[in-house]
């Protein structure tokens, strides 16, 4: 596991606590697997972009659903700074 997917790991253990995230598979959608509603994953995202100083605009936040985009838009634009 990467750096980045720990902290987005800690990030959605914050909004769902209870949710079992080994289990997660890299393109499962977040959301629907998670159970985790549009206000959660705001909050999650805003963490994640707070704590690795990369802005995520939130016309983005559609297309990013599962770990894996996630992961790979910010190993994006961590290559860009």
């Not at 707070?50 to 985009?69: A, C, H, N, T, W």
């Amino acid at each position: 596991m990467t750096e980045i997917d720990s902290i987005i790991k800690k990030h959605l253990h914050r909004v769902a606590p209870e949710a079992d995230l080994e289990q997660l598979q890299p393109e499962d959608d977040l959301g629907s697997v998670l159970d985790i509603d549009s206000m959660d994953f705001y909050n999650m995202m805003v963490g994640i972009s707070q704590e690795l100083q990369v802005e995520i605009p939130e016309e983005r936040y559609g297309q990013l659903r599962s770990m894996k985009s996630i992961s790979d838009f910010l190993s994006e634009s961590a290559g860009k700074h």
